[in-house]
């Protein structure tokens, strides 16, 4: 028995021999260039930034430029050159593509039950979307399968207004307090000071100080390490709606009277107020784009509007909706696009020079289906409707268009609120 069992043990490792090994690292560039193949262009930048030798593959054999050329022919559906030699502006390519997707693809629409109560706030940031408000807890999905990663709640009897994430923490404004919760799982609470505090609504946090927008006008900062309030700044006579965080520091805020301030956080009065051409209501959501250093607003009235901070002066002015803008916002880095979303239910596509709208959609409620998702959920399956420019509204059933409380807008996608218990992620595709 001894003979035998040495005998086979010698044939197995004399099959491991034979089959040598089987990590990535030992494939030779023929079969790494036939894999490589095919992938989409996305994909193929990912694989370029592994390791050396991957890098050294793709550059070789020129595999982004031909899947450049590949993508451009399908969007433009002719027949077009590109320099083998050229240099690829990945950056200007990706945001081309993803502003062609949202203008011109097909538009497929995920929903799924997130919350037992309503939800009526999301964000996201790197595949992962972080929603609340309504219900007692923050959940964070993965886009890539709709599972829930982690889910945090909230303490006591307080009710969470407004909250944004980072790659270690969750920031929340839980009445009057801001809350700390570890992406670990661990969570730490600290109060303001009695007094010091007044009704919170709205905040946006920068590490390491997160900044309050208040019922009486004031942007509080506070220092979430120092745990304490360390400068108030006087924006407004009214309350404060919302508010949006620069590179340079600058905080941006605008007022339920219609009016937009930038202050720095080292004077305690701001730097500019900025008026619009014309009485559009108050501001109601603010996205401020790093790159262009232009800031866009959306009021009550249904205007979105348009800043340059290096002016401080409005470039343009539009009415795309009969009533509330509830949440604009765009790629950090694209300079060309920025999706609207309010409470008539339209998901508008609008061009950040100009204002005009590229694209007016909906739900479409025919056809919907669903499915198993992930062991976690059943996803709903809907289809989005492009509207014509003569479509009224008020025409389109309801169904097709819950409200949009809130949007956040990643490469190709964008995730919405809708004041229920559900979380819709639209998906643009300009391919088959």
Not at 21 to 45: N, Q, Y
Not at 147 to 155: A, D, I, K, T, V
């Amino acid at each position: 028995m001894g003979i035998t069992k040495t005998v086979d043990g010698e044939l197995s490792a004399s099959k491991m021999r034979r089959r040598g090994p089987s990590t990535m690292e030992f494939l030779d560039a023929d079969i790494l260039c036939t894999i490589f193949s095919f992938l989409h262009l996305f994909d193929l930048v990912h694989c370029s930034v592994v390791c050396r030798s991957w890098n050294t593959v793709i550059k070789r054999l020129k595999l982004l430029q031909a899947s450049c050329l590949k993508m451009q022919q399908l969007v433009s559906g002719t027949s077009t050159s590109l320099d083998p030699s050229a240099e690829i502006d990945l950056e200007d390519f990706a945001m081309n593509h993803h502003r062609t997707s949202l203008i011109r693809g097909r538009i497929h629409i995920d929903r799924w039950k997130g919350h037992s109560d309503r939800v009526s706030q999301c964000r996201m940031k790197k595949g992962l979307v972080l929603t609340g408000v309504g219900d007692k807890v923050i959940r964070l999905w993965s886009l890539n399968n709709y599972r829930c990663m982690e889910e945090y709640s909230l303490p006591g009897a307080s009710s969470l207004v407004d909250f944004d994430f980072d790659e270690s923490k969750i920031v929340g404004l839980v009445g009057t307090r801001i809350s700390i919760w570890r992406r670990n799982g661990q969570n730490s609470i600290f109060p303001s000071r009695e007094g010091l505090f007044p009704k919170g609504l709205c905040m946006r946090y920068g590490d390491p100080e997160a900044v309050v927008g208040c019922e009486d006008g004031t942007a509080r900062v506070f220092d979430m390490y120092s745990k304490t309030c360390s400068r108030i700044i006087r924006t407004h006579s009214g309350p404060l709606m919302c508010l949006s965080l620069s590179d340079d520091q600058l905080i941006l805020s605008g007022s339920s009277l219609g009016r937009v301030t930038v202050s720095d956080p080292l004077a305690d009065q701001p730097v500019a107020t900025l008026k619009s051409m014309i009485s559009t209501g108050g501001i109601k959501t603010l996205c401020f784009n790093p790159c262009s250093y232009m800031a866009f607003t959306g009021t009550t009235a249904g205007y979105v509007s348009c800043w340059d901070l290096r002016k401080m002066g409005q470039l343009w002015e539009r009415r795309v909706s009969p009533n509330v803008v509830y949440s604009i916002e765009h790629l950090k880095k694209d300079t060309s696009v920025l999706v609207a979303g309010g409470i008539d239910g339209v998901l508008r596509v609008m061009d950040q020079e100009t204002g005009g709208v590229l694209l007016s959609c909906v739900m479409d409620d025919k056809g919907t289906r669903s499915m198993p998702g992930d062991g976690q959920v059943v996803l709903e399956k809907r289809r989005g409707r492009r509207l014509s420019e003569d479509v009224q509204i008020d025409k389109v059933d309801r169904n097709a268009r819950p409200p949009v409380t809130c949007l956040a807008v990643g490469m190709k996608k964008v995730v919405t609120t809708h004041n229920d218990k559900y979380i819709s992620l639209w998906k643009f595709n300009v391919f088959p």
